[in-house]
């Protein structure tokens, strides 16, 4: 059993930065590799696949809504994968998630479909406002 934990939201204001975190404990993320993707949900809006990073290779899928703005990496000695939002808007509004799913290879757009995961955390709120 795999437990995510996700971390670092808060409140930011338009054209600032966060940095997401999310700590996976029980099997390592390179152990079982896990790939992991980061999904957001805004109020009244469905969650949307925004980034994600699969294993072993650690290449990284974006959403168009965030390509050039955020980025995905993995530290596999903490058992992290991070989130780095930059030039952030009020549109970024929203939970986020992360997730896991034990590595199979997909096409590019699957990594940011959330039925291929299985372990979700708890979300962490972001709020971008002046």
């Known amino acids: 059993q795999l437990q995510l934990v996700e971390s670092g939201g808060g409140l930011v204001q338009p054209g600032g930065s966060l940095k997401l975190s999310c700590t996976a404990s029980g099997p390592a993320l390179t152990e079982d590799y896990f790939d992991i993707g980061w999904f957001r949900q805004a109020p009244g809006k469905k969650r949307e696949g925004i980034s994600a990073?699969?294993?072993?290779?650690?290449?990284?899928y974006y959403a168009a809504s965030v390509k050039g703005r955020f980025t995905i990496s993995r530290d596999t000695a903490r058992n992290t994968v991070y989130l780095q939002m930059n030039s952030l808007e009020p549109e970024d509004t929203g939970v986020y998630y992360c997730?896991?799913?034990?590595?199979?290879?997909?096409?590019?757009?699957?990594?940011?479909?959330?039925?291929?995961?299985?372990?979700w955390g708890q979300g962490t709120q972001v709020t971008v406002s002046s």
């Open positions: 997730a896991a799913s034990a590595s199979i290879s997909y096409s590019a757009s699957t990594y940011l479909s959330d039925y291929i995961y299985d372990y």
């Open positions: 990073i699969s294993a072993p290779d650690d290449n990284a």
